[in-house]
């Protein structure tokens, strides 16, 4: 079965640190690869996503991700953060074979100290 | 603008008192999703509907019931609210499956349901 890991459940950065929030799944097949924000008080928005070609996909506001087959991990990163990213990051995966399915991490909650 | 709306995004019930959360879509795509969010944790999906067609996750209870009549709304049906059923109920809405980038999900605000 698919899983999908966030091992770091919080994490507290000052402006203007460099981010990175890790993911890794688990599943042998092709993969979709997502990552979600949700603002305090606001829905689940897509971030960045990944379905085929250049491993490393930019999202908005600044965010990136990496995908790396061989660690099946798809790492969140962004050079400088802000306060208003303080938010709940979830990443996802569907496989291709699992009728839309959509696995979500537990999440980490980011917190900016201004 | 195309959204996924859910009405209301706070819903107070009793125990044991039925109660219908209720999901619409502008963006005229086949599929809508629900899921049910617990504080702190990942959503979790309790169903989905490809056009008419209703896919029950295994481990989704009996209590919880799906019903969309139009390609636009879609429900949810809690016959008889346990306080374990508190949480955020979310609808989501894809182009497709099977297909790649139109999988993608759209998400709507949510419903909080309180069971008193």
């Known amino acids: 079965a698919q899983s999908v890991s966030q091992h770091n459940h919080h994490v507290i950065l000052s402006e203007a640190a460099s981010l990175e929030l890790g993911c890794n799944y688990s599943y042998g097949g092709t993969v979709n690869l997502f990552w979600y924000v949700q603002y305090p008080g606001q829905h689940l928005q897509l971030l960045l996503k990944?379905?085929?070609?250049?491993?490393l996909v930019k999202g908005i506001k600044g965010f990136e991700a990496e995908f790396i087959k061989s660690k099946f991990s798809f790492n969140l990163r962004k050079p400088s953060v802000q306060w208003s990213d303080t938010a709940e990051y979830f990443c996802?995966?569907?496989?291709?074979?699992?009728?839309?399915?959509?696995?979500f991490g537990s999440g980490t909650r980011l917190s900016i100290r201004p | 603008d195309a959204m996924v709306i859910q009405n209301p995004r706070y819903q107070v019930t009793q125990f044991g008192k039925p109660v219908t959360l209720s999901c619409s879509q502008t963006?005229?795509?086949?599929?809508m999703y629900w899921y049910q969010q617990k504080s702190s944790q990942a959503p979790k999906l309790l169903f989905h509907y490809y056009d008419k067609d209703f896919n029950n996750e295994a481990d989704t209870p009996d209590n919880f019931q799906s019903r969309r009549p139009n390609t636009s709304f879609c429900f949810l049906d809690i016959r008889s609210p346990g306080l374990g059923d508190a949480a955020m109920y979310l609808c989501a809405t894809s182009r497709d499956r099977y297909s790649g980038s139109l999988e993608t999900q759209y998400f709507g605000p949510g419903t909080r349901l309180l069971v008193l």
């Open positions: 963006l005229n795509h086949n599929v």
């Open positions: 990944y379905f085929s070609g250049d491993p």
């Open positions: 996802a995966v569907t496989a291709s074979s699992s009728a839309s399915k959509i696995i």
